[in-house]
């Protein structure tokens, strides 16, 4: 899960349980080169889980043909893309977008793996093992299509990610499902993973959380409450409770200002 501090202006990703689930699922599917499908509710990780396992905020943005372009060497053993569809997404669309994704991980790999004193070209054989589709439930028909050819010609393994429901549209197209190998339902954080994500917070804030301390534990028990685990929710009144203690000056986070910052946020009904 992400962690910001708007204060410290530093994001940080806490290493969750669920992460390495959704981690060991993608290393099935790239290594058994199967298609897999993982869904879940909005703001339970997805995304930036599969962000930080494609490396792809090293890679986004970076002209493989650019020499002025760092290229970090963490790049090197990058060998999967993660492509996300426009809202309005055609086959030829969704074609071009993964070909030019392919071709930016082949460059910037291949530079990254690239010693410049030693002798020779670098290496820009094809790097992708995996594709990672976030969103994919936009994918129209004829694009889901597309995306089923485009695996049926290469050698690569392919990921889905979508909403609860998307695994039972999929279900629909029987050449497309047939080949799904593995699913993945990604889950909202236990009861003591979160407990353990706010104790992070606690610190970056300069404090310990102390269990013995009425105050903490009651402050945590309405986090835990109000967010049910669900990391986005976490993040934005973690965001709203920083910016409250700042502009009273406080040390100290009570159940007071976590309803306080509660009232400032649109979540739906507890």
């Not at 199967?34 to 494609?54: D, E, H, M, N, Q």
């Not at 792809?56 to 290229?71: S, Y």
């Not at 010693?115 to 670098?122: L, M, T």
Request: charged share 30%.
């Amino acid at each position: 899960t992400p962690m910001s501090d708007p204060a410290a202006q530093t994001d940080w990703f806490i290493v969750t349980k669920e992460y390495r689930r959704f981690e060991e699922f993608c290393e099935a599917c790239r290594r058994e080169r199967y298609i897999g499908l993982c869904y879940g509710p909005p703001g339970v990780g997805k995304t930036v889980s599969a962000r930080r396992y494609a490396k792809w905020d090293l890679i986004e943005g970076r002209d493989p043909l650019d020499q002025n372009v760092v290229v970090p060497a963490e790049i090197a053993a990058c060998r999967t893309l993660l492509f996300t569809p426009g809202v309005a997404n055609t086959p030829r669309a969704v074609r071009e977008q993964i070909e030019a994704g392919r071709l930016m991980l082949r460059g910037l790999a291949g530079r990254a793996a690239h010693d410049p004193s030693s002798e020779g070209r670098p290496d820009f054989d094809d790097r992708c093992e995996l594709i990672l589709v976030d969103e994919a439930d936009r994918l129209t028909t004829q694009s889901l299509e597309e995306l089923r050819d485009h695996y049926d010609r290469n050698d690569i393994g392919l990921v889905l990610i979508g909403m609860p429901g998307f695994e039972k549209r999929l279900a629909r197209y029987p050449q497309l499902y047939s080949r799904i190998g593995f699913a993945h339902a990604f889950r909202p954080l236990s009861q003591d993973e979160t407990l353990f994500v706010l104790q992070q917070h606690w610190r970056a804030w300069g404090r310990s959380w102390r269990e013995d301390e009425f105050t903490d534990r009651e402050a945590h028990a309405a986090i835990i409450r109000i967010t049910a685990g669900n990391f986005r929710l976490i993040d934005r009144l973690m965001a709203q409770i920083a910016r409250i203690k700042r502009l009273n000056q406080l040390n100290t986070v009570s159940k007071e200002v976590v309803d306080a910052a509660r009232e400032c946020l649109v979540i739906g009904s507890m």
